[in-house]
């Protein structure tokens, strides 16, 4: 009983592991345009940078906090 009950606990574990997602959010700079913009990945080319701590959890946060960083208001 033991043996089922700890296989069920680790499969039901695996199985919400698989499906969990953990979406962030990046305000990026691109260093030729000097514009900022929302992603979803983490940027990885040279021209775009996250600016300040710009990783969010959700889009809604992520486009309140670029109305607040000055370098993209400017």
């Known amino acids: 009983m033991k043996k089922l009950l700890l296989s069920a606990a680790?499969?039901?574990?695996?199985t919400t592991s698989a499906f969990a997602q953990t979406n962030e959010y990046y305000v990026v700079r691109n260093s030729?345009?000097?514009?900022c913009t929302i992603v979803d990945t983490k940027p990885t080319t040279t021209t775009t940078t996250v600016v300040d701590n710009g990783i969010f959890?959700?889009?809604?946060?992520?486009?309140?906090?670029?109305?607040?960083?000055?370098?993209?208001?400017d």
Not at 62 to 70: C, P, Q, R
């Open 10 to 14: 680790v499969a039901a574990f695996a």
């Open 32 to 35: 030729t345009t000097k514009k």
């Open 57 to 73: 959890k959700t889009r809604t946060e992520a486009e309140t906090g670029m109305k607040t960083m000055k370098v993209c208001s």
